[in-house]
């Protein structure tokens, strides 16, 4: 059992007890321990990484370097190699889409995504569409989030090339089957792209055992910066993919009319590297192996089902995705009955409590979601919690939402 107590004692901003953060899909809040691993940084190695033979600029790189294999470590990846850090998951999606689709999808392929996924990882792929005449294909779930093997089935044929899917819906808390899509993908000779944002800082996650092909991931939704995160790839595919962006540090040696890059994973880090982040989204990783995955999902899941449970007692509340608690990962979306969801999120507000409102840059399932439940506005509320949230500040968010309607003029 967590004590999350001591737990909050870590975050400074999460010490004034009258403000409620329920917005941690979006982002999660920093330990001081991270910020103290990117003041440390910044105060005893701050130099340029890879580039310089003194002692700031050595001891830079290796803690660069070190941050890098922690990741590796933290999703089981085979080689420190096989993650090329970014400025976010929705750059490590685009270098994927840039670097492998542009080279390996060919006119008349397709690309199969779910009806769930972030514009993150939909707009790359309707780019690569475009370019190349490819077609998107979509796997519509059941109302409810849930994806079943015969859709999977379904959807991913000998003409498929990318399968392209989110771990856990950001909108309906949803986890989705990422397992059996590598398997149907790899049977039909495509490759497997996750989207990880809500996934890896929720979940133990190993790569090898998921036999996925690409994983990119967030610092900032995991207690690191903003700023830093991560694609995982396979080493195999990552040799044949040219660069994304070019420039220094990504080569290895340069004439007036060519140049040859880089060996892994440098050959896709153009520029000056972000280290101090990167030493920080590694801070947040040790920090979240020290309290464990296991307690992590344990206290979403107490905090999700009071939430659940504190709305079905609520008859102008609609709840959007599974019923049942234990198939949701800290997301509860909602609507309440003529009320705005930006109104919901302003009066919440006015009473400290922090949720997110809108499309939740996931249009096509806000569309999905308004054919098939009955929504009355194309856009929703949605409280996310994480493990440094209270049963105290859950029963609070309930109480204030029964009084929602009252405090809108019902």
Known sequence: M?????????????????????????????PRQVMEAVEHFYKTTNANPLRGLYEWSVGATEAYEQARHTVAEFVHAKEDCEI??????????????????????????????????????????????DAKKAKLVFLEPQADGIITEEMLKAVITSKTKIVAMTMVS??????????????????????????????????????????CDFLSFSGHKMLGPMGIGALYAKRALLETMPPFLRGGEMIEYVTRNSATYAELPHKFEAGTVNAADAVGMAAGIRYLQQVGFDAIEAHEKKLTAILLEGMKQLP????????????HSGIVTFNIEGCHPHDISTVLDDEHIAIRAGHHCAQPLMEYLQEHCRMEFRATARASVYFYNTEEEAERFIDAMGKIRKWLGF
């Open 84 to 129: 090329i850090f970014v400025r976010n998951a929705t750059e490590a999606l685009n270098l994927v889409a840039y670097s492998y689709a542009m080279t390996n999808v060919q006119e008349g392929d397709e690309i199969v995504l779910t009806v769930l996924e972030h514009h993150s990882n939909l707009l790359p792929w309707q780019m690569v569409a």
């Open 2 to 30: 967590l004590n999350v107590k001591s737990i909050r004692g870590d975050f400074p901003i999460l010490q004034d007890p009258k403000y409620i953060y329920f917005d941690n899909a979006a982002t999660s809040q920093r």
């Open 170 to 211: 950001n909108v309906l808390g949803r986890v989705t089957p990422v397992a059996n899509a590598a398997k149907l993908a790899h049977a039909a000779g495509a490759v497997l792209v996750l989207d990880g944002a809500q996934g890896v800082p929720h979940q133990a996650v190993d790569v090898q055992a998921l036999d």
């Open 316 to 327: 102008y509340v609609q709840v959007y995705g599974p019923e049942d608690a234990a198939l």
